[in-house]
């Protein structure tokens, strides 16, 4: 079992700044990308960012400039750097890890929950 926790959202003004954190655990063998997707009312999930496990990365052009993406492999954690938040920003967060478990011989995609960034003076 791998499990994908996501924590960090609520609620911020325009302009204001969030981080969010998604901790991997469970039989993790080897970490392939993490990555930040969202979902807001009434659209398609789409990707926010994403990083592989070297480092390198890509954003969504919404985002570019605005938000950072990062991980710690050794507490297999990425994170999220949310700044000049706008009320598009809102939506429900997902992390995405592709994981290879010591149980399966091929990586997986897993997802978290979910947390919900409100963006709203």
């Known amino acids: 079992q791998v499990q994908l926790v996501e924590s960090g959202g609520g609620l911020v003004q325009p302009g204001g700044s969030l981080r969010l954190s998604c901790a991997a655990s469970?039989?993790?063998?080897?970490?392939?990308?993490m990555g930040w997707y969202r979902q807001a009312p009434g659209k398609q999930r789409e990707l926010v960012a994403a990083?592989?496990?070297?480092?390198?990365?890509n954003y969504a052009d919404s985002v570019k400039g605005r938000f950072t993406i990062s991980r710690d492999n050794v507490k297999n954690t990425v994170y999220l750097q949310m700044n000049s938040l706008k009320p598009e920003d809102t939506a429900v967060y997902y992390c995405?890890?592709?994981?290879?478990?010591?149980?399966?011989?091929?990586?997986?995609?897993?997802w978290g929950k979910g947390t919900l960034v409100t963006v709203s003076s």
């Open positions: 990083i592989t496990s070297g480092g390198s990365t």
């Open positions: 469970g039989s993790i063998f080897s970490i392939y990308a």
């Open positions: 995405n890890a592709n994981v290879r478990a010591y149980y399966s011989g091929s990586p997986r995609d897993y």
